[in-house]
């Protein structure tokens, strides 16, 4: 008879094989085991024995200690994926385990950094978002502008703004093309998940607006409000207003805007959105008519500029970086280090340099060696880490 892993938790390896996108009978054929002794596993009717537990602790990038060690209590929230209703449930299954991973991080790291205060006012406190106009979705993102007191300027970096504001973000591979990223607000601290995959500045800035909309506005909606289409429908809508507003406030935007797209892709390194978000906004504003506005969109399409635009490969992408440095600023301090996180979190180290943003080990060596980018108060902890604004 052989011998299991009396304290393996099945919920683990559940957990494990859904963030790599591995189904049953694809990780039983690797362990050279039956579908049914992995579906046992999980349901913890049985464990592995210890050299299958190595096994699957080889296959799925964990270490073995992961599919010991219980899943922290993890309050559910409606999670706001733009592409929910087009993205498959594996890819969004996927996205969302890893993240609750990256939750588990900042967790850590929270105690010993202190965070942000959070400063969003909830626009929706005091009436419903289904009776919300587009008129009030614009009027929304610029009383966001004015609270944050950045008037009607282009905002040179949002990921950074939205950390500044206590909203904790990450950006880490998503592994599909159909996800962009997804937003939530749980317990007391908003967080907004942005994928890596496109590497496109403009399009990472939008969606970091976009979820910045749900944030601000939908903060009261239920998660089975998100799975009715037209509901979904009006709320995506929504924030895609909100998120055009809020990076174009009207009031400046227009004094800029001409309907050419030579002038267009000059505008896009002041304002830093794609010519094609451009092009919409102008007709929002009534800036170009309808006729005007197909005729931009048939010069996109000649210039083939719908699925790559100038200036995609120059403009930087915005990374997170208040956990990045926290993390640094630990291991300059001798407080903790990605080994000790691994760990305690029975996390890999790869894994926990991917969600934290870290490309890799020597860039956290010459993070946590630079002043600008450990940059911190002199109190012992909770210490805390300033922004550039």
Not at 29 to 47: A, I
Not at 64 to 72: A, L, S, V
Not at 113 to 139: G, T
Not at 313 to 329: G, N, T
Request: glycine share 4%.
């Amino acid at each position: 008879m052989r011998v299991g892993t009396p304290s393996f938790v099945g919920s683990r390896l559940k957990e494990a094989r859904e963030a790599r996108g591995v189904t049953c009978q694809s990780l039983a054929d690797t362990l050279n085991v039956s579908r049914s002794s992995v579906s046992n596993y999980e349901s913890g009717l049985h464990t592995p024995p210890p050299d299958i537990l190595q096994q699957i602790s080889a296959a799925l990038g964990l270490p073995p200690h992961f599919f010991t060690r219980k899943i922290p209590p993890r309050a559910p929230a409606p999670q706001f994926f733009r592409s929910f209703h087009s993205a498959t449930k594996q890819a969004r299954t996927i996205v969302s385990r890893r993240y609750e991973w990256f939750r588990d991080i900042a967790a850590f790291v929270h105690q010993f950094v202190k965070f942000p205060d959070i400063d969003l006012p909830d626009f929706c406190a005091d009436i419903n978002y289904e009776q919300l106009s587009e008129h009030d979705v614009e009027e929304a993102a610029a009383e966001l502008r004015e609270h944050w007191q950045i008037g009607d300027r282009p905002i040179s970096n949002i990921v950074w703004l939205l950390e500044n504001k206590g909203i904790v973000c990450c950006r880490f591979q998503f592994g599909t093309m159909s996800l962009d990223g997804f937003s939530e607000w749980r317990g007391t601290r908003p967080c907004i998940a942005l994928s890596s995959d496109k590497n496109c500045c403009v399009r990472s800035r939008y969606d970091a607006s976009h979820e910045l909309a749900h944030l601000a506005l939908h903060r009261a909606v239920r998660q089975e409000q998100l799975e009715t289409y037209s509901r979904f429908s009006l709320i995506e809508q929504q924030a895609d207003v909100f998120a055009a507003a809020f990076m174009m406030p009207a009031s400046s935007f227009a004094n800029d805007f001409t309907p050419s797209l030579d002038v267009l892709r000059d505008l896009k390194r002041k304002w830093f959105v794609s010519i094609g978000a451009m092009v919409q906004r102008g007709r929002q504003l009534n800036l170009i008519n309808d006729v005007q506005q197909r005729n931009l969109w048939r010069q996109i399409g000649r210039r083939k500029w719908r699925t790559r635009e100038p200036l995609d490969d120059v403009l930087p992408v915005e990374e997170p970086e208040f956990i990045r440095r926290s993390v640094a600023l630990l291991e300059k301090r001798g407080l903790s280090s990605v080994q000790d996180i691994a760990f305690q979190l029975a996390l890999s180290e790869d894994e926990v340099i991917g969600l934290a943003g870290i490309e890799s080990r020597m860039e956290l060596t010459l993070s946590s060696d630079s002043g600008e980018t450990c940059r911190a108060s002199h109190h012992e902890h909770p210490t805390t880490i300033p922004f550039p604004h």
